[in-house]
């Protein structure tokens, strides 16, 4: 179980054991990637915002309480340095155009890049609170338990958020279609 070997890798890097870190980086960089690109639109400043997300849980890893996941405790840091870096620059950007896949047909490329930019932009428009619980239910998959647990939420209050964002959204992208 990855939480079991999670809480074992922080101890042997509080023991001394510090090249032990890189496991939990690369077990988790993509994961953490994703979440601030998707709260920031931005790929170039999502991955500095990764790099100083895990520097960051190295200097307080002292604090990690093992009663708790690793992932969680990981995912709120980071989350909470995106939601740092969108008020401190306080504008909005657009989403990176390249972090796009491409399909068969120029048609289909358009259309879906369409879609998604549209997506993206009413992701980006759409208030923190609303934009989190999105991120982490449909980019990230994770329960209502897991939401709960990271922002401190209540089960309850994280379906509660969520359909709202989901209402947001949705008004958010037929206004632009």
């Known amino acids: 179980m990855l939480e079991e070997e999670d809480k074992k890798i922080v101890e042997e890097v ?21 979440m601030t690109l998707r709260m920031i639109g931005d ?10 997300v895990f520097v960051k849980v190295y200097s307080k890893l002292d604090s990690f309480d093992p009663k708790y996941k690793f992932f969680s405790w990981l995912y709120r840091i980071a989350l909470n340095e995106s939601l740092n870096y969108v008020k401190s620059r306080k ?11 491409d399909h068969e047909t120029p048609e289909e490329i358009y259309q879906d890049k369409e879609k998604k930019r549209i997506l993206h932009r009413s992701l980006l428009e759409l208030s923190e609170k609303y934009r989190i619980v999105i991120v982490m239910k449909y980019y990230d998959n994770m329960s209502y338990e897991e939401i709960s647990e990271v922002t401190g939420l209540s089960v309850k209050k994280v379906r509660s958020r969520l359909f709202t964002a989901r209402k947001n959204l ?8």
Do not use: H, M, P, W
């Not at 790929?43 to 100083?52: I, K, M, P």
């Not at 949705?170 to 279609?177: A, G, W, Y």
């Open 14 to 34: 509080l023991k001394g054991k510090v090249n032990a870190f890189g496991t939990l980086v690369d077990r988790y960089q993509q994961s953490i990637y994703r």
């Open 43 to 52: 790929s170039e400043e999502a991955q500095e915002l990764t790099q100083n």
């Open 91 to 101: 504008k909005l950007t657009d989403f990176d155009e390249n972090s796009f896949e």
């Open 170 to 177: 949705k008004e958010l992208i037929e206004k632009k279609q």
